[in-house]
């Protein structure tokens, strides 16, 4: 498992991580017992299918990198 994405509130209060992993229990079982009860985490399974991605403005695209 690994994680892919860190976003962090700007105020400090939260983040939202995106993980690869064979599960959700997975994940939930490493960030409960690595970060014990500092913190609530919820993990939930995305809908990659739902899921999108668009560059954001201003941001200038790169052109993908082939193998």
Request: glycine share 6%; aromatic share 10%.
């Amino acid at each position: 498992m690994r994680v892919l994405q860190f976003y962090p509130a700007r105020d400090g209060t939260g983040a939202t991580c995106l993980w690869e992993a064979p599960s959700v229990e997975a994940i939930q079982r490493y960030v409960d017992t690595t970060l014990g009860d500092s913190s609530v985490n919820t993990c939930y399974e995305v809908d990659a299918a739902q899921a999108f991605a668009q560059q954001p403005s201003g941001i200038r695209e790169f052109a993908a990198i082939s193998p």
